[in-house]
């Protein structure tokens, strides 16, 4: 059976962490794989600003460290910041995937442009730093939001009637002004809209954290993880660092 560490980018309660785990239901796995969903112990309350994105960086890596040591297989970061990815995958053999860089890809591989729908305009930095690390921002035809705060908790739970159709009319008018023939979920907390998307919108609706979930699948299968040569491990690593430093913002938050 092989195992892989879902790291949810924040602390939350086995009923809010029951929400992240119902991903796994819009993908079809094998019976030989099985996901651990794990939140981090210290997270900014949005990723927003350069500091938030500090934080969400360092809470992530912590999270995610002892993964191969614990005996998983893979790690997958539940975030479209990929924050913790160039960090774990310095630290760990085992594959580690992102859904930010994951959708834009499968996003080429099914159309020539895309879009992205979000909840608000905070989020735009996190789409323009993967097109740019990317260098595929010629590849997007837009970016597009409802302007509604998300819920990072509870995610879209009693709100769907609100908030589906809003989606929908962006999205459309990402594929019917901006010329998008694929659809990006913004943010893996916008899963829940991805079934009400998929069935209106005449493009494929790529739903990033069920992706990564399938990649980590087919990686594995293949005997695949990412390069050393591109994210060259640390000559002096001190894990010991950093989980003082999460263990005791875990302790205070108790």
């Not at 500090?54 to 890596?61: D, H, P, Q, S, T």
């Amino acid at each position: 059976m092989k195992r892989v560490l879902v790291i949810v980018p924040f602390p939350m309660d086995e009923r809010n962490l029951a929400q992240r785990r119902a991903q796994l239901e819009a993908v079809d796995l094998g019976p030989g794989i099985a996901f651990d969903f794990r939140p981090v112990k210290a997270a900014p309350r949005n990723y927003v600003s350069a500091s938030d994105m500090v934080l969400a960086e360092v809470g992530a890596l912590e999270a995610g460290l002892e993964a191969e040591a614990e005996g998983f297989d893979a790690v997958c970061i539940d975030t479209m910041s990929d924050s913790g990815l160039a960090a774990l995958r310095a630290e760990l053999t085992i594959p580690v995937i992102g859904p930010g860089r994951a959708s834009v890809l499968m996003a080429m591989m099914l159309g020539k442009r895309f879009s992205y729908v979000a909840m608000w305009p905070h989020w735009k930095h996190l789409y323009q730093k993967v097109l740019g690390e990317l260098g595929v921002a010629h590849a997007c035809a837009s970016i597009r939001w409802i302007d509604a705060t998300p819920d990072n908790q509870s995610l879209l739970a009693g709100k769907e009637s609100e908030i589906f159709p809003q989606l929908e009319a962006v999205a459309c008018r990402c594929i019917e002004e901006d010329g998008a023939d694929v659809i990006l979920l913004g943010s893996t907390t916008m899963h829940e809209a991805h079934g009400y998307l998929a069935e209106r919108l005449p493009v494929p609706v790529v739903n990033p954290g069920p992706l990564t979930y399938k990649l980590a699948e087919a990686v594995l299968g293949l005997g695949l993880t990412h390069s050393r040569a591109a994210w060259p491990a640390s000559p002096a690593p001190r894990r010991d660092v950093l989980h003082a430093m999460l263990d005791a913002v875990a302790a205070k938050a108790t």
